[in-house]
């Protein structure tokens, strides 16, 4: 049973770091972008292939996922956000960034193949460690780290407080000077880092696969939407839910229930409070 | 001056549109249709059929074509998506008017174009498991040249409860139709022998742990485990909980728990011991370590277009699609002609027609070609160039 709820936790926390990763996209462009899940993709994808193709040591393997996901995530402003919100068409970043998301999809399926390739083992473990096995253990404690990194970087630094002044009001924001448009590319390689981190330290867990993008994007926005929109620990929240019921469901009625699940508390959670648990309601004074 | 004129280009087109005619004649082909899915998910199987199929065609070119006639492969990439694999077959049967289609490869796929060639009464090779893929009523132009799933449920099956005595079988499948059709076919099989498994259960494909399921198979007191799916991950997941958990129950069933990317999965290498598969005698080594003639025959002449070095795909896949090739030569040789109608009556009388992957039979009533006697099984971790030695009696 303890292994039931740690893999599911861990999972969950997977889908946390991606809720994780919406939110810094948001904050700066009002976006949410369908690539989310696909940059975790190719944090675990280029890891694996760093570490067990150019046999790189994983700290190496590491920085490279990093900078791989920071430059997917660069791309993804500049190809798909950038001029769809210049020409301000309300939802047309949707279709652009799925059309983006589709393109690397099966552009990693053409080189890196369409099964499952292992992801190598980065602290040395016996196999047998059963709920404590670094797999599970990885993903949950950088979801940790992450939330709490953002909230240094919003309440500390000079930039986390420029995407706040930009999510909070981005006119007000470029009427004091600040380059709106640098700043939400800095946000999206920012969130492509954090996307990629992510992707390499739950490889262990969901294995070096090219098709883990759309369902990490979708799991991932349930996760955002049931926290709330925003908020880091209400992604944590959020996650931490999906995942363990996830898991559960599969215990108790196995797995054909577990995709329904996952969306019925969706749907339940949105029906009582739309904002999410932790969202705040977005009330204009008129 | 003018009617001369006339007359002789008259007479000049003439010869020319005779020249051409006769040319026409010349450069006539057999058009062979290839659904496969060649990029997407499952696409290992795929390319690797197609390999066989592609040097099938080059060798029979090369030694003159089918009746005096050179073959022409429109080969399709469906990328795994019945819709595409629908808008092919349509294209291939109505507006490139092939005379043979061999394929598609996933089940799913076949599920949606094999009504649409029967409609088009195009010769159609079926290379998926699924059972509901020929009917001799409904496709009656549709022959399998695979085994059916049928056949490797009931080869695991024996195996599990006839030759390793296990009584009680645990079922593992994933929820894709499938899994979930393969599942519900092994119970029955199970039930008719008598047996009736302690513990079913369906995965989602892509879980990321099944230390859950291995748990609460030992505590049901399981003392074989049966997965069926295609998944190499799910495959690859339980076999790691098989042996993480230190547990160690035989594990009987898919041909995929034998592919060469659940080897790279696996956190140990022995966690392929003790894990055994439905398989084919025509892969299967001999007791003095060597292949079946035919296949290593083709062995040697495929190896060069595989990387040139050790073969880590299964080899069964080349064999299969070579063997497509073949059987559409040979029916066409024994009809002497392409005539949808005749094609059908020549392999609906053919028996034993050997190939590389079987020999293959077929009747008016029997649209199934492979021999339950050519099935085998396989141990897994016993895997050497694309093909395996028998698992232990």
């Known amino acids: 049973m303890l292994t039931v709820v740690v893999s599911g936790l861990a999972i969950g926390m997977l889908y946390a770091a991606v809720a994780l990763v919406y939110n810094v996209m948001f904050s700066t462009s009002k976006v949410l972008s369908v690539t989310t899940g696909h940059i975790a993709m190719l944090g675990g994808v280029f890891g694996a292939w760093f570490m067990t193709g150019l046999h790189l040591h994983w700290v190496i393997g590491l920085a490279g996922a990093i900078a791989v996901g920071a430059l997917f995530g660069g791309l993804t402003e500049l190809l798909a956000i950038r001029r769809v919100l210049n020409r301000s068409d309300e939802h047309l970043w949707l279709l652009s960034t799925l059309a983006l998301a589709t393109m690397v999809q099966q552009a990693v399926g053409l080189w890196w193949g369409t099964e499952p390739r292992p992801f190598p083992r980065l602290i040395d473990q016996t196999f047998s460690a059963g709920a404590l096995d670094q797999k599970f253990w990885l993903p949950i404690a950088l979801a940790a780290l992450m939330a709490i990194g953002l909230e240094v970087f919003y309440r500390r630094t000079l930039f986390g407080k420029l995407f706040l002044a930009m999510s909070e009001d981005a006119f007000a924001a470029r009427a004091r000077g600040v380059s709106t448009d640098r700043i939400r590319v800095l946000s999206y390689v920012l969130s492509g880092a954090l996307g990629g981190l992510a992707g390499f330290a739950a490889g262990q867990l969901t294995f070096a696969y090219f098709a883990l993008g759309l369902t990490l994007t979708l799991n991932g926005f349930i996760a955002l939407a049931v926290g709330g929109l925003g908020s880091n620990v209400g992604a944590l929240i959020g996650g931490a839910a999906l995942g363990l019921l996830n898991a559960f469901a599969s215990h108790w009625f196995g797995g054909s229930y577990q995709q329904t699940i996952a969306v019925g508390l969706l749907m339940v959670v949105l029906l009582l409070k739309p904002e999410g648990l932790l969202g705040s309601k977005n009330v204009r004074p008129v | ?366 649209r199934n070609g492979f021999p339950d006697a050519n099935m085998a099984m396989n141990a897994a971790s016993t895997f050497k160039d694309g093909s395996f030695k028998p698992a232990p009696r």
């Open chain 2, 1 to 366: 001056m003018k009617v001369r004129w006339s007359k002789l280009l008259i007479r000049a087109l003439l010869c020319s549109c005779a020249v051409s005619g006769a040319s026409a004649a010349l450069a006539q082909t057999v058009k062979i249709g290839w659904l496969s899915s060649l990029t997407g998910p499952l696409s290992s199987a795929a390319i690797a059929e197609n390999q066989g199929v592609q040097l099938a065609v080059e060798e029979i070119n090369k030694s003159g074509g089918i009746l005096g006639r050179q073959i022409e492969l429109l080969t399709r990439d469906t990328a795994g998506d019945p819709t595409k694999a629908v808008n092919f077959a349509q294209q291939l049967a109505f507006s490139d008017k092939v005379q043979f289609v061999i394929g598609p490869v996933n089940s799913g796929e076949a599920l949606a174009t094999t009504p649409i060639l029967a409609r088009a009464g195009v010769p159609n090779i079926v290379i998926g498991a699924l059972d509901e893929l020929v009917d001799p009523a409904k496709y009656p132009r549709a022959f399998r040249a695979i085994n059916t799933n049928l056949q490797w449920i009931s080869t695991a099956n024996n195996y599990a409860t006839g030759t390793l005595k296990k009584t009680k079988v645990a079922i593992i499948a994933d929820t894709s139709g499938y899994g979930t059709a393969s599942a519900r076919s092994a119970e029955q099989l199970l039930d008719k022998a008598g047996v009736k498994p302690v513990y079913v259960v369906l995965v989602d494909p892509n879980k990321t742990d099944l230390s859950d399921e291995m748990n609460k198979a030992k505590a049901a007191g399981a003392d074989v485990v049966m997965p069926w799916s295609a998944a190499t991950g799910l495959l690859g997941r339980l076999l790691n909980a098989r042996g993480d958990m230190g547990w160690n129950v035989p594990v009987v069933g898919h041909p995929a728990l034998m592919a060469a990317q659940i080897r790279k999965l696996l956190n140990k290498p022995e966690y392929w011991d003790n894990t055994f598969a439905a398989g084919y005698q025509s892969t299967t080594y001999g007791p003095d370590g060597k292949l079946p003639a035919p296949t290593q025959a083709l062995v040697d002449k495929v190896r060069g277009k595989l990387g040139g070095g050790e073969i880590d795909v299964l080899f069964w896949w080349v064999a299969l699609g070579y063997d497509t090739v073949k059987i559409i030569e040979h029916a066409a040789k024994t009809a002497g002609s392409f005539d949808p109608a005749a094609i059908q009556k020549a392999l609906e009388s053919t028996k034993d027609f050997r190939g590389v992957y079987t020999s293959y039979s077929w009747s008016a009533t029997e």
